[in-house]
């Protein structure tokens, strides 16, 4: 079918979609006026298109809108199946393919309604002379070679257009588009469009140009070769073509400020002088918004050539262009920077130091304009400022190192200044450089890995991909997309996966085999065995895999071995945590110990793997466990085991000296120190500290602590009152504690808590009151109380008791009902509270967990018992704790077999969680639920197979019943399961006895 054919089948198609009840826009009726072409359409009839009866156009053929101001009408521009021709369109108005065949304008605009995400654009063919794109991607748009875009957006978008056009992006207009052309930017980064749409239309239409005088788009393929050669460090290249494109275009700001900016590159300071002067004079004077770069450049040549009235009058020149400009930044600061280096080095230091003031109020962080404000003080003999300023400038590295005494001015930074003759060069036979394989090897080496994609294909080798590979390392891969299958090579397949094993699946297939896979360094990270062919799979790669970051679970269970786990933990020491709970052991533990570090030893491994023998067997397993075990943990006993153990060795010395009090004097974490050379004016010294390396209440050992160590901790850290040691906390702590934070009672030991601080936590927090003696419970506070929360009732003592119930019968609003208050008058005297490590409980909780999900029962259950004393200790009322205690150690009795401390521990459970306070967290009531529910089951089922006379066989159903009675609300059938599956069981042994 011709292609005049099919489009016309497609118009009909269109309009045939279009009937009533059938196809809509914008939830109107669609009402056609179809047109056989050639249309032309004149602007009279085209905005008379509010006043027809039909409300969109479909054109079979092709479609020329005469004259301007179609914006409004394109909306309603149905389907062309031939070319629309017109003097501008707005193609935003336009969907994907409504044109069938080509867009032919002067010009096309593309605007998204805001600046916060690009759109994109439909997918039309277009032949325009100009493109104007504000925040829309033209990916999806055929453009012809010779059309000139402008584009405003994503900058990293802009910035890869990749496209043979010519291509201006954000603010580059300025100095290409005529001055009626282009609106003024308020600053720089402004993402405003800023196209005068109106002149640009109408200039156009008049056949005027709409450039800047002296501007030359011929001019434009030496620009772009120019700003590639600078991009490669080609300063000679670079001059050439920027003199090149302003031979073509003299009015070209851009191309006689490249001129300058290599001949700076170079350190042809003089030369480059003179450029600047020449493209200052070119930047449009009415872009006050813009920092003209040129006199800020000029300004810096001229101070490195030593002419400090030409740099003063070339800065000033800048920061007048920027006078009015509302908004400024760290160009701006510039400018001010340069000056006040001339008026310095001129000898007018209060000058210097007005300009330095505002250079460092427009950029604080500006460290050349800090080590400057040094210099100045350093000129007026005011050591300690200028050594303030001095420190503040090398605060993050020491590019400005050097002091005063030795360097008087910024000189030193630059290359010192030199002359080229570029300028005797004939431009005749100029040509942008041949786009070779080395152009490209050169173009990669000074580009980041990710720009590989602007290597044509056909030049991307197997020798420039393996230098991009190489450069790159091994953190950097999403350039990997774009490297040629046909590029791959042993060499380079072996590289990547030794230094990234997760790309294991991006290399061609007939290149993976077993000692590729074993190339993957121990380790790094990322491999993975879905990348990996099933026949290749063995014992070797399973333990490489685990080796370099694939899961333990991963691996078949046939080949999880000890020795598997053991290589793990070795690469990885947080694999620890998946190894299966019945191969775990002490060599395990002790090897993710010695190949950790300070932050996995505090956060991943529980206080049982941390014992003075497993500390031990870490310094067995290998000499990185010295540095590896943080130094609260160094005492005498493991640093006399270490010595014994290395002492011998002669690195010794050496290990022990960045281990000793001087590194951390010289700026090293507190921790790095071992604890064995700790004394007191070290850790007072080490608590003061106001970097994050300071030493804090809870990293100090206990052993460690007196009074005066005591003392400065909970100054420096009054929230850690925890921390430290009962022996050592006094009432004015606690006085202080509370009065910082008066809520938090439960911080405060029993015997500090006098009548003030317990007035401030009830004042903070009436529920605060279970923790108050019960000599300092007052009536209020104890009314306060049970209006937050009616059963703090059972707090109230018995003396008290009906005084607060009278004040509660006797509130108007009624809050507690007052049957409820009578039913519970007779209550028991309340028990005085104990003093609970509630910190030191939280801790040991997770470390319970921990445990069990590590599937450690044995050192879980010591755990739980640790939780468990804590609770008995300080006859704990909250049951939510108590339940999550008793249903860990069940579980865990369950699991390890200990029937008999099974059977106690569900006993237990019942008799505690069916009495006391219920939980105040949420969740407390499910905890509870499901804590009493498995215990009266596993007391009922315990006996299945015992043959037991009916009475014992009703007792233990009736603890099934009760545990089915207790379902929670949307609970599902798998829940349950377990739970009927025993009723069931018991119920036919019921059964079986009655018949």
């Known amino acids: 079918m011709p292609a005049s054919a099919r489009a016309a089948t497609r118009a009909r198609r269109c309009i045939d979609g279009s009937a009533a009840g059938g196809r809509e826009i914008d939830d109107e009726p669609v009402r056609l006026l179809l047109l056989s072409g050639p249309i032309r359409i004149d602007p009279a009839l085209w905005q008379g298109l509010d006043n027809a009866d039909w409300t969109h156009l479909a054109v079979d053929g092709d479609l020329h809108l005469d004259g301007l101001g179609h914006d409004d009408g394109m909306a309603r521009l149905f389907f062309v199946s031939g070319d629309l021709h017109a003097d501008s369109v707005n193609l935003g108005e336009l969907p994907s393919n409504a044109v069938a065949g080509r867009i032919v304008s002067h010009c096309a605009w593309l605007y998204a309604g805001d600046d916060c995400a690009m759109r994109t654009a439909p997918e039309l063919r277009l032949h325009t002379r100009f493109l104007f794109a ?560 300071r030493l804090a209440p809870s990293g100090i050992p206990e052993r460690c602590y007196n009074e005066a160590v005591a003392e400065a901790a909970f100054r420096r850290e009054p929230d850690q009152l925890h921390c430290i040691p009962s022996a050592f906390v006094t009432q004015a702590m606690c006085d202080q504690a509370s009065g910082a934070n008066p809520g938090a009672l439960a911080r405060i030991p029993l015997r500090f808590r006098t009548s003030a601080i317990c007035a401030r936590a009830l004042a903070a927090n009436p529920a605060n009151l279970p923790l108050v003696p019960l000599a300092l419970r007052s009536v209020d506070a104890c009314v306060r109380a049970v209006r937050q929360k009616k059963e703090h009732l059972g707090s109230v003592p018995c003396a008290l008791r009906a005084e607060v119930i009278e004040i509660l019968v006797a509130d108007h609003r009624k809050r507690i009902d007052e049957a409820w208050l009578n039913l519970n008058r007779g209550q028991g005297e309340p028990r005085e509270p104990r003093d609970f490590d509630a910190h030191r409980f939280a801790q040991v909780a997770r470390e319970l967990d921990m445990l069990n999900a590590r599937e450690d029962y044995p050192r879980a259950l010591v755990q739980a018992a640790l939780a468990e004393n804590m609770l008995d200790g300080a006859d704990w009322p909250d049951l939510a704790l108590w339940a999550h205690v008793l249903d860990k150690k069940r579980a865990i009795c369950d699991e390890l077999g200990l029937w008999d401390l099974h059977e106690a521990t569900c006993r237990k459970t019942i008799a505690i969680l069916t009495q006391g306070e219920p939980g105040s967290y949420p969740g407390s009531a499910t905890a509870i639920r499901s804590a009493l529910r498995w215990s009266y089951f596993r007391l009922g089922t315990r006996r299945l197979d015992a043959g037991l006379p009916p009475d014992a066989l009703q007792a233990d159903l009736a603890l099934v019943e009760q545990a089915l009675a207790m379902v929670g609300p949307h609970e599902d059938e798998a829940t349950l399961k377990p739970f009927r599956k025993g009723h069931a069981a018991l119920l036919a042994l019921v059964a079986a006895q009655q018949a």
Not at 480 to 486: H, N, S, T, W
């Open 134 to 693: 504000w925040f829309y991607s033209i990916d999806d748009l055929e453009i012809c070679p010779e059309a000139v875009i402008f584009i405003l957006g994503n900058g990293d978008y802009c910035a890869d257009l990749g496209l043979p056009n010519p291509a201006f992006q954000w603010h580059e207009d300025v100095h290409v588009l005529a001055e009626p052309c282009v609106a003024i930017v308020p600053r720089e980064g402004a993402d405003a469009d800023g196209w005068m749409k109106d002149a640009i239309e109408r200039a156009l239409s008049r056949g005027q140009s709409i450039y800047r005088e002296g501007v030359d788009l011929a001019s434009y393929p030496y620009h772009r070769a120019a700003q590639e050669a600078a991009g490669l460090s080609d300063f000679r290249s670079a001059y050439l073509l920027h003199r090149k494109s302003a031979s073509i275009s003299p009015g070209y700001y851009e191309a006689w400020y490249g001129m300058g900016d290599a001949l700076f590159g170079a350190g042809a300071y003089r030369q480059a002088l003179a450029a600047c002067h020449r493209a200052g004079g070119l930047f449009p004077p009415d872009q006050h918004g813009l920092v003209n770069q040129a006199w800020n450049d000029g300004a810096l040549c001229a101070l490195l050539l030593g002419q400090f009235d030409s740099a003063i009058a070339l800065a000033s020149l800048s920061i007048d262009h920027n006078h009015d400009t509302q908004y400024k930044d760290d160009g701006h600061a510039h400018a001010y920077r340069y000056r006040a280096e001339a008026w310095l080095l001129s000898g007018r230091l209060d000058e210097a130091l007005a300009d330095l003031e505002q250079a460092l109020a427009l950029c604080p962080g500006d460290e050349a304009s800090l080590w400057l404000t040094g210099l100045a003080h350093h000129q007026r003999q005011d050591s300690a400022q200028a050594r303030f300023y001095h420190d503040e400038a090398n605060k993050y590295h020491s590019t400005y190192e050097a002091f005063y005494d030795t360097e008087g001015s910024t000189a030193h930074l630059y290359d010192a200044p030199t002359e080229v003759d570029w300028h005797t060069l004939a431009l005749d036979a100029l040509d942008p450089p041949p786009k070779d394989e080395a152009y490209w090897r050169n173009f990669m080496r000074h580009h980041d890995a990710n720009q590989l994609w602007r290597v044509p294909p056909a030049e991307r080798s197997a020798t420039l991909c393996m230098e991009v590979v190489q450069a790159a390392g091994p953190h950097q891969t999403d350039y990997i997309k774009d490297i040629p299958a046909a590029a791959y090579t042993r060499e380079l397949a072996q590289h990547l996966v030794a230094s990234a094993p997760g790309l294991l699946g991006v290399i061609p297939a007939h290149l993976v085999d077993k000692a590729l896979c074993l190339s993957a360094r121990p380790g790094s990270d990322g491999f993975s065995l879905d990348h990996v062919p099933l026949a290749l799979c063995d014992a070797d790669i399973y333990t490489r895999a685990v080796q370099c970051g694939e899961r333990i679970d991963r691996v078949p269970p046939a080949h999880v071995t000890r020795d598997l786990c053991l290589a793990a933990v070795r690469a990885h020491p947080g694999m620890l945590a998946s190894v299966p709970g019945e191969l775990l052991d002490d060599a395990l533990i002790a090897a993710a110990i010695a190949r950790g570090d300070y932050a996995s030893f505090d956060q991943d491994l529980p206080e049982l793997y941390k014992t003075p023998a497993l500390l031990e067997r870490a310094l067995d397993e290998g000499k990185c466990a010295l540095d590896a075990i943080p130094g609260n943990r160094f005492d005498a006993a493991l640093f006399a085991f270490a010595r014994q153990r290395y002492g011998d060795d002669a690195d010794w010395p050496d290990i022990v000296a960045r281990h000793g009090q001087a590194v951390v004097e010289a700026g090293a974490a507190a921790l790095v120190c071992w604890s064995v050379f700790w004394d007191e004016p070290f850790m007072l010294a080490q608590i003061a500290r106001r970097k994050k390396q």
